[in-house]
C-alpha cells in the first residue's frame, strides 16, 4: 500500500514544482491543484487493499487527476501548467496503476497447535 502512496506523494509534488516553474509563481488556481493533488495521494492512501476492488486506488487517481486538470482548465482556460499537470496527473494515475496493491511481506503461517 505504501508503494501506491509514495507514487501519489511524488505526483503532489510534481504538480507544485510544475505550477511553480511554467510562470516562477504559485497562483490561486495552482495552490488549489496542489491540495487536490495531495488529496490524491491522501485517499489513495486511506482507499483499502481489496482484492475484489484491484482498481479502486487508480480510478481515485484517474478522477481527482482529472479534477485537477478541469481546476485549471475552467478558472483560466488552458495554458502551459494546465499541460504540465495534465501530463504529471496522467504519469499519477499510471503510476498508481502499475504499483501492485499490498506489499511482497506475506505474515508467517500460525503455529500448528502441538498434539
Not at 23 to 42: G, L, R
Request: net charge neutral; no cysteine; proline share 5%.
Amino acid at each position: 500500500m505504501i508503494k501506491k502512496f509514495l507514487v501519489a506523494v511524488a505526483g503532489a509534488v510534481a504538480v507544485a514544482v510544475a505550477g511553480a516553474l511554467t510562470d516562477n509563481q504559485v497562483t490561486t488556481v495552482e495552490a488549489v491543484q496542489v491540495v487536490i493533488a495531495v488529496a490524491t495521494a491522501a485517499q489513495v492512501w486511506v482507499t483499502t487493499n481489496v482484492p475484489t476492488l484491484t482498481w479502486a486506488k487508480t480510478v481515485t487517481a484517474v478522477l481527482l487527476g482529472v479534477t485537477n486538470v478541469l481546476v485549471g482548465v475552467i478558472a483560466d482556460g488552458i495554458s502551459a501548467a494546465d499541460v504540465a499537470v495534465l501530463i504529471v496527473a496522467a504519469f499519477t494515475a499510471a503510476g498508481v496503476y502499475a504499483v501492485p496493491n499490498g506489499s511482497t511481506h506475506r505474515p508467517a503461517p500460525p503455529a500448528q497447535p502441538a498434539i
